[in-house]
């Protein structure tokens, strides 16, 4: 295949995909945030929600329909923002670099430093594979530290304090 057919397949499934995400974007949606941070996480209609009302000791999970300036639409129902006092986000991640992402750098770099050596070892010295233990105890700390930092970090959201809840209108109108 010629270098010029390579580059207009290669143009061609771009500006498909690059149109099939312009075609989809949202212009209604509600940010969870944390205030004077750019931590967000956004939920526009389509998204599961879960989340906790005031005076409720337990979660609900609610495929959200529609938003509005001062509510959520689901299937069933419509709650105002303000009576919604916990947003759990255990399947979701902050926008931008957060605890539990570093958690999982931290894991990464843990592991990767131990092959790394091994591969030192092995491929250009030609040795055998030996356990070296200083190797394995900083890999196994910074392993270990990652993990820690993944434990804690934030599984439920407390609105009302440190985060809130926003809507977001992006159509434009004349």
């Known amino acids: 295949m010629s270098l010029r057919k390579t580059i207009s397949i290669?143009?061609?499934l771009s500006s498909t995909f690059l149109g099939i995400g312009i075609v989809k974007a949202q212009k209604e949606y509600i940010v969870v945030e944390k205030t004077l941070s750019n931590k967000q996480?956004?939920?526009s209609s389509g998204d599961v929600i879960t989340y906790k009302l005031k005076n409720e000791d337990f979660f609900r999970s609610d495929h959200i329909v529609a938003l509005n300036d001062s509510s959520i639409e689901f299937?069933?129902?419509?709650?105002?923002y303000e009576e919604i006092a916990q947003v759990n986000i255990s399947g979701h991640r902050f926008t931008g670099l957060?605890?539990?992402?570093?958690?999982t750098y931290a894991q990464i770099a843990g592991i990767a430093y131990i092959a790394i050596d091994q591969f030192n070892q092995v491929i250009?010295?030609?040795e055998e594979a030996t356990?070296?233990?200083g190797v394995w105890i900083a890999?196994?700390?910074?392993?270990?530290?990652?993990?820690?930092?993944?434990l804690l970090s934030p599984k439920k959201i407390k609105l009302g304090g440190k985060y809130r809840i926003r809507y977001m209108?992006?159509?434009y109108k004349k």
């Open 98 to 103: 957060d605890v539990k992402s570093i958690g």
């Open 131 to 133: 356990f070296n233990q």
């Open 124 to 126: 250009v010295r030609g």
């Open 10 to 12: 290669i143009f061609l």
């Open 41 to 43: 996480i956004t939920y």
């Open 75 to 80: 299937h069933y129902n419509q709650i105002l």
């Open 139 to 150: 890999g196994g700390s910074i392993f270990l530290g990652g993990t820690i930092l993944k």
């Open 169 to 171: 209108n992006l159509n």
